[in-house]
C-alpha cells in the first residue's frame, strides 16, 4: 500500500511544487533507484513488464524507483520536471491477466512528456489501447487498478481509473491518494461511458459518484486507504503556506500510533509502514520528496526502505546518480544499499522505541547539513548555471554521510526481545525467505 501527496505554490513555503511518495511493497521486495539519460531508440517495440508497446524514437531522461524484478516504476520524474505516483485501488470493475501494470504507465509517461497535461493524456491513451493489468505482486499473486498524481512545475492532475473507466480532476492547491479512489461527483474530465456503465452494472444506488459507485468495499475498507488520505490531508491543509521539504518527510515518516509507537503495534493506517503479518504484509520500501521548480529541481530520495530510519538524499537530474553498488534483488546481498539498511531496519524492530531515536537525531543532522549546501546551490542557480560535476559530487557526499550512519547504527544497535510472538515468527520467516541474518 502507498500514499502520495502533492502541494502546488500558492500553498508551500518557498513558491514551489511539492511532490511526495511513499511506496509500500513486501518487505523482500528489494526497490532500486535508477538514472536513465535521453536515448534516442532503433527499436520498433519497447518490453513492460508483460506486454510490448510501440517505442517512440526518444525518451527523456528519466529518474524513477521501481520494485527490482519489473519494468515499471513505482514513481519517478523526468528531465522536464513531470513527476508521477501510482496507488493501488480496488474497484467492482474485472482484472484483467495482462495488459499494462500502473507502473509501465507510469514510466511510459515519465519518458514521453513534457509536461503534466502530456502525461496525463498519454497514460489514458495507454489504458483505452492497452488496458491495465497483470500479477503486481512479488511472492503473492495481487490484482489491482490504478490511480495517479502527474504534477509539474506548475500544475497537478489526479487520474483515477476502474477498468477501462477513468476520471480526472484537476489539483487546486494540495491533494493526497492512498488506496482508495477519491474523485466523487466533481470531476474535470471523465470516460464517455464511464456514468452510464455503472448504472447498467447496478454500482450506482443514487446519484453518480465515480469513488462511490466503482469502488470495491471490502478491499478498500481492508487497505485503509481512506483513513490514511484523511490523515495526509488534514496535515497538508494544516500546514498551508508553510509547506516544505521538513514537512513532506515529516508526512511520510509518520505512524499512526504516535508517541510509543512500535513495528509490532504498526497498522495499514500508518504513512510510513513497517511489516508486520498477515494484515500488514507490505512496507515502506522508498520515499521520495520532489522540489519541483524549472531551474535546478531537487529531489529528495531514501534509496532505501523505511523512512523514519532512512535519511532523504538529494538528486539532480542534470547529474544523475553517483555508482550506488549492485542492484538489489529479493535476496540479502551486502554489497547492496537496499539490504543494508533493511537489515539494520530488521536488527531494531524489537528495540525500536528507544534505537530509532538516536538513529533519528544523527539523521536529522546530517539533513540539516545537506539541506545548507542544497540551498545554496539552489541559490547559485538563480544567478548563474551549476556546474553538473558539483551537483553530482554534492548527492555522492550526501550518499557517503548517510552510510556512515548506517555503519554506526547497525554496530550500536541492539536486537531487543520481540514480546509479539506471531510478529517474530512473521519476520523468522521473512529472513529465512531472504537468507537475512542479523547479529
Not at 109 to 126: V, W
Not at 246 to 253: D, E, G, H, P, S
Not at 295 to 303: D, E, G, I, K, Q
Request: a neutral charge; proline letters at 4%; charged letters at 30%.
Amino acid at each position: 500500500m502507498c500514499d502520495t501527496l502533492v502541494a502546488l505554490n500558492v500553498a508551500t513555503k518557498n513558491n514551489i511544487v511539492l511532490f511526495g511518495k511513499n511506496s509500500d511493497r513486501e518487505p523482500n521486495e528489494a526497490q532500486v533507484l535508477e538514472y536513465y539519460p535521453r536515448i534516442r531508440h532503433e527499436e520498433e517495440m519497447v518490453k513492460c513488464t508483460y506486454i510490448e508497446v510501440p517505442q517512440v524514437k526518444e525518451t527523456y531522461a528519466v529518474l524513477i524507483s521501481r520494485p527490482f524484478w519489473m519494468w515499471g516504476a513505482e514513481m519517478g520524474v523526468n528531465e522536464y520536471g513531470v513527476a508521477i505516483g501510482n496507488e493501488a485501488v480496488f474497484t467492482k470493475e474485472p482484472y484483467n491477466k495482462t495488459g499494462l501494470t500502473g507502473m509501465d504507465m507510469l514510466r511510459l509517461a515519465l519518458e514521453r512528456s513534457r509536461n503534466a497535461d502530456e502525461a496525463l493524456r498519454i497514460i489514458i491513451d495507454l489504458l483505452e489501447r492497452y488496458g491495465q493489468g497483470g500479477n503486481c505482486g512479488y511472492t503473492h499473486k495481487m490484482f489491482y487498478h490504478n490511480s495517479f498524481i502527474i504534477a509539474d512545475p506548475d500544475k497537478a492532475w489526479v487520474l483515477e481509473t476502474a477498468g477501462k473507466y477513468w476520471v480526472v480532476k484537476r489539483v487546486e492547491d494540495v491533494y493526497s491518494i492512498s488506496n482508495a479512489l477519491t474523485i466523487g461527483d466533481e470531476w474535470d474530465d471523465i470516460h464517455p461511458e464511464a456514468v452510464n456503465h455503472a448504472f447498467e452494472k447496478g454500482y450506482c444506488k443514487g446519484d453518480f459518484s465515480f469513488k462511490e459507485c466503482y469502488s470495491d468495499w471490502f478491499y478498500t475498507m481492508m487497505s485503509r486507504g481512506r483513513e490514511r488520505r484523511s490523515y495526509t490531508m488534514k496535515l497538508l491543509k494544516e500546514g498551508f503556506g508553510n509547506l516544505d521539504f521538513k514537512y513532506f518527510a515529516r508526512i511520510l515518516r509518520s505512524h499512526y500510533g504516535g508517541e510509543g509507537w512500535e513495528p509490532s503495534k504498526g497498522s495499514m493506517r500508518d504513512i510510513c509502514m513497517h511489516a508486520g503479518g498477515l494484515t500488514r504484509p507490505s512496507q515502506t520500501a522508498n520515499s521520495y520528496i520532489g522540489e519541483l521548480r524549472r531551474r535546478l529541481a531537487v529531489h529528495w530520495f531514501t534509496a532505501t526502505s523505511i523512512p523514519c530510519i532512512s535519511t532523504y538524499k538529494p538528486v539532480f537530474i542534470e547529474a544523475g546518480l553517483p555508482n550506488l553498488g549492485p542492484k538489489p534483488t529479493g535476496r540479502f546481498d551486502p554489497r547492496t544499499l537496499w539490504w543494508r539498511h533493511e537489515r539494520l531496519h530488521r536488527k531494531i524492530l524489537c528495540s525500536y522505541r528507544y534505537t530509532a531515536v538516536e538513529i533519528r537525531k544523527k539523521i536529522e543532522r546530517l539533513e540539516e547539513k545537506i539541506l545548507e549546501k542544497v540551498n545554496a546551490i539552489v541559490e547559485k542557480s538563480v544567478r548563474e548555471k551549476v556546474d553538473v560535476n558539483q551537483l553530482l559530487e554534492l548527492t555522492s557526499w550526501a550518499f557517503s554521510e548517510a552510510e556512515e550512519i548506517l555503519k554506526e547504527s547497525y554496530k550500536e544497535a541492539k536486537k531487543g526481545i520481540c514480546l509479539n510472538p506471531f510478529f517474530a515468527y512473521f519476520w523468522w520467516k521473512t529472513n529465512k525467505s531472504a537468507g537475512v541474518e542479523v547479529d
